[in-house]
């Protein structure tokens, strides 16, 4: 206990402001470095794509809240083909960061489609600070109710198994899809015919008023400093509860379960 206490207060000369390329503005909003990270446009099936793999193109989902997604499947999927598992994605970002076409998670979408011959959403949800908690969450819903209303995405009626769909997400998208999947199992019937058949977990974002045993060891990390996570929390949690990271939307631990 001794040593975790000399952890704890161990100081940190990590700005988390200058780490992630941010300004928070008074009116809420974040003010972001739009290069940050690299981006990569969708490959649709045309003559300049005959060479790639993989096919995507993105679509709105709703455009009154800025809600897309871009869609992965392969190129030789064949005439004559069963029709392919489904994996909706929730990428990555501290809720506060990051977008479904950046590279990482593009290519991530795209290897996973050739690896495991699945089709793939990637799902371009509402950010915070501007849009807290629960509206990543929202989305995450909307997006698999348009996918099970959709009839004029060819992609996804001419390719997709909708009795075979799993949830996915990297960081705090792999806390969307838990959200999601508590959602969806308590919208089991409204969902039909998407079946989720299970979640899959990429090192989920999750956080708590305790400090575990790797947040005191990395609290200085040059990856990704404790600071830096606290502070996203602190901006994509509900107002009010802003520095509640024992809110259940961090801590699905809290008063024995997991609500949403």
Not at 23 to 52: C, K, M, W, Y
Not at 89 to 97: A, D, E, R, S, V
Not at 123 to 151: C, F, Q, S
Not at 152 to 181: H, R
């Amino acid at each position: 206990m001794a040593d975790e206490a000399v952890q704890e207060t161990q100081p940190t000369s990590i700005d988390p402001y200058k780490y992630l390329q941010i300004v928070a503005n008074l009116d809420g909003s974040i003010t972001r470095n739009e290069n940050l990270f690299l981006r990569t446009p969708a490959t649709p099936d045309d003559p300049s794509h005959q060479h790639i793999p993989v096919l995507s193109k993105d679509v709105f989902i709703n455009q009154s809240n800025n809600l897309w997604a871009r869609i992965f499947v392969p190129r030789d999927i064949g005439g004559d083909h069963n029709k392919l598992p489904l994996i909706v994605y929730y990428h990555g970002g501290g809720f506060i960061l990051c977008s479904a076409d950046m590279n990482v998670f593009h290519d991530l979408c795209s290897n996973m489609v050739v690896q495991l011959q699945a089709a793939v959403v990637s799902v371009g949800y509402r950010l915070a600070r501007e849009h807290r908690l629960p509206a990543a969450y929202d989305d995450a819903m909307e997006a698999l109710h348009w996918i099970k209303t959709n009839t004029q995405e060819v992609w996804l009626q001419k390719y997709v198994d909708f009795s075979n769909c799993f949830l996915m997400g990297t960081s705090a998208g792999g806390n969307i899809a838990y959200n999601a999947g508590l959602r969806a199992a308590a919208d089991v019937d409204h969902l039909t015919p998407l079946k989720i058949k299970g979640l899959i977990l990429h090192h989920p974002f999750f956080g708590g008023v305790k400090r575990t045993e790797s947040e005191l060891r990395l609290v200085n990390d040059p990856v990704l400093p404790t600071c830096v996570t606290d502070l996203m929390w602190d901006f994509s949690l509900p107002l009010g509860v802003d520095d509640d990271h024992d809110h259940e939307y961090c801590n699905p631990t809290v008063e024995g379960g997991s609500k949403c």
